[in-house]
């Protein structure tokens, strides 16, 4: 049973994903607005790492050759343990709201966040700065994501 939440001064749901931080993933990894309620409300509850494999996983996103190159470049550097330098895009910006959510999706650990994006930053430096942060790729779970779907794509380029 999930709890449906309107807006992040409401209560959290204590469960998993709220309704802020859907809508935060689908600008983050989609870069637009969910298209109705429709598709929010079977998301709500969803524990961080099934919304973040939705995402990650999802045709939309991996449609976009940034972010194929992106998830390489992560997989690599969970690989090699390295900074990766910022690449600058004209993309649309984030708010703070979309911050607190997508730290909240990122950081298992909610307490621990040495740097975060800035509100007015774009989407897609937003994004790729919340991939590179540590507190994500030490996670096991999102360094095995991550690693799993540029396996995939390596497969699949190599197919071509």
């Known amino acids: 049973m999930t709890e ?4 992040s001064a409401a209560i959290e749901n204590k469960t998993g994903m709220d309704r802020d931080q859907i809508i935060a993933a689908y600008r983050l990894f989609l870069r637009r607005d969910p298209e109705s309620d429709e598709v929010i409300s079977p998301r709500l509850g969803m524990s961080r790492e099934n919304l973040l494999s ?7 996103f991996l449609q976009r050759p940034e ?3 992106l998830l390489l470049e992560v997989a690599q550097t969970i690989d090699n343990r390295k900074r990766i330098p910022e690449s600058v895009t004209d993309m ?7 911050i607190d959510a997508a730290k909240k999706i990122f950081w298992p650990d909610s307490s621990f966040s040495p740097f975060e994006p800035l509100p007015g930053q774009s989407a ?3 994004l790729a700065l919340l991939l590179r942060s540590e507190p994500f790729q030490k996670n096991e779970f999102n360094a095995q994501l991550v690693t799993v779907v540029a396996r995939q794509i390596v497969e699949r380029l190599s197919k071509k």
Do not use: I, N
């Open 4 to 7: 449906q939440v309107s807006t």
């Open 124 to 126: 897609e430096q937003a």
């Open 54 to 60: 939705t995402f990650v996983m999802s045709g939309e």
């Open 67 to 69: 972010h194929v190159k």
């Open 92 to 98: 649309p910006a984030v708010t703070a709201l979309d």
